[in-house]
């Protein structure tokens, strides 16, 4: 009994230590950060450490993004969020309110109109919910608190910090995603600085509540990650044959093999299409079997939005079913 009561006594030594070490590693990393801003950036020290001060560490933040739902989710579950009525409706909407700066998007760098709703239909609901999250907080909690990726969050933090000087916005009040994702496209800081455009050249780059500004910077991200605009080959539902197909399956994203290779494998697709093109089998799993595609260039360019081809099926599958109901709109109302 002794010996528990002394072993009790030292973990209420020990812990407090421990939480102790955990702070003091903490505030070091962040003057560290603040240094570095003065001496890479010229940020006032002192100025920059009343704006962290404000900064608040949030534990749910670190609990949604250690299981993001493209990482949890079969495809037949994660389907059933994006292709809803009120999301394909929605899109239709916005597709009718800003068709002007659709098809000048569409005319500049090649971007179907479909597309570019279908992003901002998955990301915010068309601006319906773009965050609650100060993207203070956010980027502060993962780059200080989450050492999984820490480096990662604390250069987005930088360049929140230079977006915000060079914007002239107030760092504490902007809101977005947990992960720091900003706006109705969710962009990340650093793709803010470097995609986000005036679209409609009233010399801000707005992507919080101006609608052309964000359609501008959708269509400058994909243009500028190599959409080939003549193409129309994004994702086409197959069929196989026997296991021969397993030998043309790889985990990574990217198109590596011909579609002529693909199709030797014993998988087919309806439309005849340019079997030179490079292509990709991708499997999604249903609730009871698994669903074959084949998925060209453009599809992979849509991941580089998102890394997750759940999420590019779902941008996809939502496109087409916002044009078909469009269309078929269109046919009901000609006037």
């Known amino acids: 009994m002794k010996l528990t009561i002394i072993k009790i006594l030292l973990l209420t030594l020990i812990i407090p230590s421990i939480s102790t070490s955990h702070a003091t590693s903490k505030e070091k990393n962040i003057s560290k950060f603040i240094q570095q801003m003065h001496d890479k950036h010229r940020f006032n020290k002192k100025e920059l450490k009343q704006v962290l001060d404000q900064a608040v560490h949030k534990k749910n933040i670190i609990k949604a993004i250690s299981r993001p739902?493209?990482?949890?989710?079969?495809?037949?579950?994660?389907?059933?969020?994006?292709?809803?009525?009120?999301?394909?409706?929605?899109?239709?909407?916005?597709?009718?309110?800003?068709?002007?700066?659709?098809?000048?998007?569409?005319?500049?760098?090649?971007?179907?109109?479909?597309?570019?709703?279908?992003?901002?239909?998955?990301?915010?609901?068309?601006g319906g919910n773009t965050g609650s999250f100060r993207i203070l907080d956010a980027l502060y909690t993962l780059g200080f608190g989450y050492p999984k990726r820490s480096r990662f969050f604390k250069k987005e933090l930088k360049h929140f910090l230079l977006l915000t000087r060079k914007e002239k916005l107030n760092p504490t009040i902007p809101t977005g995603s947990y992960a720091g994702a900003m706006g109705v496209p969710q962009f990340m800081p650093s793709s803010y600085r470097e995609y986000a455009i005036d679209f409609d050249n009233d010399g801000k780059r707005d992507i919080w509540n101006n609608t052309t500004d964000t359609i501008g910077s959708v269509a400058n991200y994909f243009a500028v990650h190599g959409w080939k605009k003549n193409s129309k080959d994004i994702a086409y539902l197959a069929t196989t044959k026997g296991k021969k197909y397993k030998k043309v399956l790889h985990k990574k994203l990217k198109p590596k093999k011909t579609l002529k290779t693909?199709?030797?494998?014993?998988?087919?697709?309806?439309?005849?299409?340019?079997?030179?093109?490079?292509?990709?089998?991708?499997?999604?799993?249903?609730?009871?079997?698994?669903?074959?595609?084949?998925?060209?260039?453009?599809?992979?360019?849509?991941?580089?939005?998102?890394?997750?081809?759940?999420?590019?099926?779902?941008?996809?599958?939502?496109?087409?079913?916002?044009?078909?109901?469009?269309?078929?709109?269109?046919l009901e109302d000609p006037l």
């Open 69 to 126: 739902a493209e990482s949890v989710m079969t495809w037949h579950r994660y389907r059933k969020i994006f292709l809803r009525q009120d999301r394909i409706q929605g899109g239709v909407d916005f597709w009718n309110a800003n068709e002007k700066a659709l098809n000048r998007a569409y005319k500049k760098y090649g971007i179907p109109p479909e597309i570019i709703v279908a992003i901002i239909g998955v990301e915010t609901k068309y």
């Open 262 to 330: 693909i199709l030797q494998h014993n998988v087919k697709i309806k439309p005849t299409i340019n079997t030179a093109q490079k292509a990709k089998l991708t499997v999604f799993r249903q609730k009871d079997n698994d669903e074959f595609w084949v998925t060209f260039h453009n599809f992979y360019v849509i991941t580089r939005y998102n890394i997750s081809s759940l999420y590019a099926m779902a941008v996809f599958q939502l496109s087409e079913e916002i044009k078909t109901k469009k269309e078929l709109d269109k």
